[in-house]
RNA sequence: GUGGACGUAGCUCAGCUGGUAGAGUCCCGGGUUGUGAUCCCGGUUGUCGUGGGUUCGAGUCCCAUCGUCCACCCCA
């Protein structure tokens, strides 16, 4: 068995992908964008463990959500306790503040990245372990930090050039609102069951709202007749989601209200808000988020309104990527060919002290011997805009050359120790050549 | 969890109605005993995803299984 396994060809688990270098430049200006605007925002970087007791993630999720049901990679530890992978971030900053005495009267304005693990069948755009920057206010009550974060993001799309996505908001009312509204879904739902899909009977008992999401042509017209969440908001959602409007329009951020978003966690109410894209396939959603009014004091906190969003960063990778923004990694500036015994080890000494000399210069020594062709053919490809030579020939003689190797320009030669400055002054002439 | 397409060299792929596995690329060496990218010559690379079956004979047909992709569901 053991033999067997050994034998098979050693994969990746399922859903779980490598991130090669070919890919790593934009998850890093993703990362570096993100990280710079976050803090022009004042919102301060938080971590927190990768996994949680199960019943975190149950309480704030909910038990019948599709997440929490089927989708959480939930394992007993050797203590006998329940535990679980994050499936999303906002449970455990949320208890983390909870249980590092965060709340008391205190505001927070927070963002944590890393993976989150869920059990689904991997598709474009979905995987088991993928990653998410996620924004955390606590402690806002009103209207502005909802609009804060959502401009927020449309500043992060416009620094990272990403055009294909937009905006969808809704209002999910208090949690009271909704109950009411649900029960007269139901009953609207329940008077029409014979038209009702499969899939639609099967929401109508878990999620009834998420058969207003329907994508059966067929159920069209039975949706467009049912009552609509919007019309049912308690006063107070209403106003602060009209607030909400109006300063999107103050801003100039388009959106589209769209009285079906209604997410797939169930501790969201008021505001939430869903940013899309057409270019991915089935799997749209870049970057969602809303309110969350009642959960810390549904996890046993003092009760303090909270928003927040994530954002996929594979998603975000495929957008940037798409967009035609290719990720070359930055090329060498020189590369050190190094020829004869005495000028191989010499290379290491000279390379360290052009380090010292030269700090942000990007040096790749020849590395693993080869003559002279095989290591000019690495300097060429390692993309470096200066080849250094340094044969025994050049050592006896206290030289070094260099030669230009992207642009028509002749090899020189310089004394050892003014090389420093002599490579300067070739990348500089490169720099303008280019 | 459901459905469809696809698994051949490190990578991209060809391989006809079954007849002993190919190209390009990459890498290495040589042409140039110290000069890349271009050009020319040469070389290495495979349990044809895995296991079974049919057949004189299977990369090719059949079954199972694993994996990948896409869609459903759900979501970032």
């Not at 049912?226 to 909400?244: G, I, K, N, W």
């Not at 050892?416 to 400055?421: E, G, R």
Request: contains cysteine.
């Amino acid at each position: 068995m053991l033999e067997d396994e050994l034998t098979e060809q050693i994969q990746p688990v399922r859903g779980m992908n490598d991130v090669l270098p070919a890919q790593i430049t934009a998850w890093q200006s993703i990362e570096r964008a993100a990280r710079e605007l976050l803090g022009e925002y004042g919102y301060q970087e938080i971590r927190v463990p990768v996994l949680e007791r199960t019943e975190l993630f149950k309480r704030a999720i909910g038990e019948y959500t599709d997440v929490v049901e089927k989708e959480m990679y939930t394992f007993t530890d050797q203590g006998g306790e329940s535990l679980t992978l994050r499936p999303e971030g906002t449970a455990g900053v949320m208890r983390a503040l909870i249980s590092n005495g965060m709340l008391r009267g205190q505001r927070h304005k927070l963002w944590c990245a890393g993976p989150m693990f869920r059990h689904e069948r991997p598709q474009k755009g979905r995987y088991r372990q993928f990653h998410q920057i996620s924004v955390e206010a606590v402690g806002f009550p009103g209207p502005d930090v909802d609009v804060e974060l959502i401009a927020l993001a449309a500043r992060l799309w416009r620094r990272l050039g990403i055009a294909r996505v937009r905006l969808e908001i809704n209002s999910l009312g208090t949690a009271e609102a909704r109950r009411a509204y649900r029960e007269r879904l139901v009953d609207y739902l329940r008077a029409h069951h014979e038209q009702l899909d499969a899939d639609s009977r099967r929401r109508l008992q878990g999620n009834p709202l998420r058969v207003l999401d329907s994508k059966n042509p067929e159920m069209r017209a039975l949706i467009d007749a049912a009552p609509v969440l919007t019309d049912h908001l308690d006063a107070e959602s209403r106003v602060h989601f009209q607030a909400v409007c109006a300063a999107l329009e103050a801003l100039g951020i388009p959106f589209r209200v769209n009285p079906r978003l209604v997410r797939g966690l169930d501790y969201y109410s008021r505001t939430v808000f869903e940013w899309i894209t057409d270019a991915l396939g089935a799997q749209d959603a870049v970057c969602s988020g809303g309110r969350y009014d009642g959960l810390i004091s549904q996890l046993g906190g003092e009760s303090t309104p909270g928003i927040g969003f994530a954002m996929g960063i594979e998603r975000l990778v495929a957008l940037l990527t798409q967009a035609g923004q290719p990720a070359a990694p930055p090329a060498a500036d020189v590369y050190i060919v190094v020829s004869g015994e005495r000028a191989s080890a010499f290379g290491l000494e000279l390379v360290e002290q052009l380090r010292d000399a030269l700090p942000g210069r990007r040096f790749e020594l020849n590395l693993g011997g080869g003559n002279f062709k095989a290591q000019f053919r690495r300097a060429d490809r390692s993309g470096a805009a200066l080849a250094l030579i340094l044969g025994d020939d050049e050592l006896a003689r206290g030289v070094a050359a260099l030669k230009p190797l992207r642009r028509d320009a002749g090899q020189s030669e310089s004394p050892l120790p003014d090389l420093a400055a002599a490579i300067e002054t070739a990348l500089a002439a490169t720099a303008v050549h280019t």
